[in-house]
């Protein structure tokens, strides 16, 4: 029997409870992997699974409903806004440079094609008055609210 075993347990339920998680998972594909050579994520790349989707602010304010989307590189008839059934869609694309062949890039990072977001809008919406500016890639759709839902102060009488 070896001497200092006794222990052995314990050092390697520490050593699982303070490991990085990815990194153990980073490893075991590795080791999997590793006469092939191949590695999950290359040391200086990154691994992007979303598809592309504007970001977007929306905040209230007593008279409206304001939401703001970011579109860099999205030109003002690439994009189209709808309001049914109480959901306000916003659809668009950004295209690819047509001056620039896609071969003579060594990295492509922004995400090209087309996108589409939709918000469920809350009960009292003047739809009618709704207005959308379009100004240097920032969208900002204003969304002004009905008399009734706007909010009012009501005066208590003590009898």
């Not at 759709?141 to 009898?159: G, Q, W």
Request: with cysteine; aromatic share 10%; glycine share 6%.
């Amino acid at each position: 029997m070896q001497t200092g075993t006794g222990l052995a347990p314990i050092k390697t339920l520490r050593d699982f409870i303070t490991a990085d998680p990815f990194r153990t998972f980073q490893q075991r594909f590795n080791r999997m992997f590793g006469d092939a050579g191949l590695t999950a994520f290359p040391p200086d790349e990154s691994l992007s699974l979303a598809t592309w989707a504007p970001a977007c602010d929306i905040f209230e304010t007593a008279d409206e409903i304001v939401v703001k989307a970011e579109l860099p590189g999205v030109k003002k008839e690439d994009v189209k806004l709808t309001i049914e059934n109480s959901v306000l869609t916003l659809r668009g694309e950004r295209k690819f440079e047509a001056e620039t062949k896609k071969e003579n890039y060594h990295r492509v990072e922004h995400s090209y094609g087309e996108f589409s977001r939709s918000f469920t809008l809350p009960f009292g919406i003047d739809i009618k008055n709704v207005n959308a500016e379009f100004n240097n890639g920032l969208l900002r759709v204003r969304l002004p609210k009905c008399e009734e839902a706007k909010p009012k102060a009501i005066e208590v009488n003590v009898k």
